[in-house]
């Protein structure tokens, strides 16, 4: 079975509450459909999120990749032969979450032909995932009630506090107010989106010792090499590499070099065969990881449930899978829903990343 044909549809759904964050904010979601056709008729389907700020990436050059780059090298090739396909894409530098786009959808093509649902074929270790929701910039007193809300409403009772900020104080602040409001059962942990320096991240860390953070995630600039390995090997937290690790070789940098000793695995950018590559260096080497988001659409975050759920190694820590919350719509054709904390992995076969036709056609923008 053999592919046909890739789209790349852009469309735009707006956020009701934009997320702000160090490296950026987000206020639609401005993102890309890809489809990937077979000549059986068999179509599978993924997201991609641009985030310039992160990858470079943006809608515009999503489409173009995908049609004109990788659409003409792929079309003719069987979709079982995904070393092949990974190869491929492998031709062309960067590029990162329009090439797990098209891996995810030739993975919902895959299951759909075999019948059987992607996470079992991946590896099939549990049917639901802990959900940890993901706080952007606000006040101390407005976040504490947000969390609040969430697990009242969902369950939820882990979460990833953006930071970054200056001064140190108004992230100190607000750590402090969640585990006083949240109390000693929160998981919390933080995120700074390189917004530190390490000298500031290790200040925070230390005036934030007593409050029981699970880690913190990509303090400083990963290129300020002495000083985040010194912090690595000061830091009482596992200090988790993200942005610097958005592929196979510079997660194995950033955990051999001492640039990290936790890893973000996020299916956007990693599709799911090199996230399973990702998943399986970190257990044999002993580190723990836990399933990111790109700030992820319902079609996205089901990949990440889908993904997540397949590997004990990825279901031992919350994953970051409710932010489709803030949304005004989305494409999704069966809504996911978070109860008593978790997501469940869609049953059927595929990678349940199927849409509603109808919105796509409302909302696509070409």
Same mark, same amino acid.
């Given at each position: ?177 969640? +585990?006083?409001? @949240?109390?000693?059962? /929160?998981? =919390? ?10 000298? !500031? #991240? &290790? ?49 194995? +940098?950033?955990? @051999?070099?001492?640039? /990290?000793? =936790? ?10 065969? !090199? #996230? &399973? ?58 809504? =996911? ?11 059927? #076969? ?17």
């Amino acid at each position: 079975m053999k592919i046909a044909a890739i789209e790349a549809i852009p469309y735009s759904i707006p956020y009701r509450h934009p997320l702000h964050f160090a490296s950026g904010s987000v206020h639609e979601a401005e993102h890309v459909l890809v489809r990937v056709h077979t000549d059986d008729g068999v179509v599978g389907t993924a997201d991609t999120p641009p985030r310039p700020y992160t990858y470079g990436e943006t809608q515009k050059s999503i489409v173009a990749v995908v049609q004109d780059v990788f659409a003409p090298q792929l079309v003719g090739i069987d979709v079982f032969d995904r070393e092949k396909i990974q190869a491929v894409l492998a031709r062309t530098i960067h590029n990162q979450t329009a090439k797990g786009a098209v891996d995810i959808a030739v993975w919902d093509v895959i299951g759909k032909t075999l019948g059987q649902p992607v996470t079992k074929l991946l590896g099939g270790y549990t049917d639901s995932l802990r959900v940890s929701h993901m706080l952007g910039f606000k006040p101390a007193q407005e976040l504490l009630a947000l969390a609040l809300e969430f697990r009242e409403t969902y369950g939820i009772n882990t979460f990833k506090l953006k930071t970054g900020r200056r001064p140190l104080n108004l992230d100190i602040e607000a750590a402090r107010v969640l +585990r006083d409001g @949240l109390g000693e059962d /929160a998981e =919390l942990y933080m995120d700074a989106n390189r917004g530190w320096t390490a000298n !500031e #991240a &290790a200040e925070v860390l230390r005036r934030t010792a007593d409050l029981g953070l699970q880690f913190l995630e990509e303090p400083d600039d990963a290129r300020e090499v002495l000083g985040r390995r010194r912090l690595v090997t000061n830091s009482p937290i596992p200090i988790a590499a993200d942005e610097s690790a958005a592929n196979l070789g510079e997660a194995a +940098r950033e955990i @051999l070099t001492g640039g /990290a000793n =936790l890893l973000s695995v996020k299916t956007a950018r990693s599709g799911f065969t !090199e #996230a &399973a590559k990702i998943v399986g260096m970190a257990e044999g080497m002993g580190i723990d990881v836990y399933i990111g988001n790109q700030i992820d659409t319902q079609v996205g975050t089901v990949a990440s449930v889908v993904f997540g759920a397949a590997f004990a190694h990825t279901a031992k820590r919350a994953a970051e899978l409710s932010n489709y919350l803030d949304m005004t719509d989305d494409l999704l054709a069966r809504p =996911l829903a978070i109860t008593g904390g978790r997501i469940r992995v869609p049953e059927g #076969a595929g990678a349940g990343t199927d849409v509603d036709d109808d919105k796509l056609a409302h909302y696509r923008t070409d």
